[in-house]
């Protein structure tokens, strides 16, 4: 399945229209059409606030897509559950991946608390228009209402373990 025919079928379930989602999110109806259709590609910073709306751990998308390498997805990131799906946990495992010199956005802030532990490259971070760096070994624990976002801005793969409450 393609992130959009996932994203498809969960705002189905949860009996939302395309209209209510895109009032919950403050992304246009046009936009998410398109991803439902596979016709554009979503940025981290829309698809958290997709995820947030209809109540979904983001890598939820990435669970039942082509079992392709990171390397290979149109997207410039890419989410690994790390739950063996265990439901109803109060956190969430997840490992991410980044291309290079891609997922710049804007600072956003939703429900919870993150926790970052860099495995591979350096990871641009910016809380509340502090931008600071993460290279391998580093970590972070924020309260994740406040506005953050973090995106790879350097030459090479960025890898981390990303844990966030749901």
């Known amino acids: 399945m393609t992130i959009g025919e996932i994203l498809r079928r969960t705002r189905k379930t949860k009996k939302l229209t395309l209209k ?3 009032e919950k999110t403050g992304v246009s109806i046009s936009f998410l059409s398109q991803v439902e259709r596979d016709k554009c590609n979503v940025t981290l910073e829309s698809l958290r606030k997709i995820s947030d709306a209809l109540q979904v751990n983001p890598s939820i998308f ?11 997805k149109i997207f410039p990131f890419y989410y690994e559950d790390l739950s063996n ?3 109803q946990a109060s956190f969430h495992p ?9 997922n710049v956005g804007n600072e956003f802030s939703h429900y919870g608390h993150e926790f970052i532990y860099i495995l591979k490259g350096t990871l641009t971070f910016s809380i509340e228009g502090k931008i600071s ?3 391998v070994n580093d970590s972070i624990m924020l309260d994740s209402t406040r506005n953050h976002y973090w995106w790879n801005n350097s030459e090479e ?4 373990l990303l844990v966030s409450t749901i």
Do not use: C, M, R
């Open 20 to 22: 209510t989602l895109s």
């Open 157 to 160: 793969e960025v890898q981390f």
């Open 94 to 102: 997840i490992l991410v991946t980044l291309k290079p010199k891609e």
């Open 85 to 87: 799906k265990v439901t």
């Open 62 to 72: 990435f669970s039942e897509t082509n079992n392709e390498s990171p390397g290979e």
């Open 133 to 135: 760096e993460l290279n």
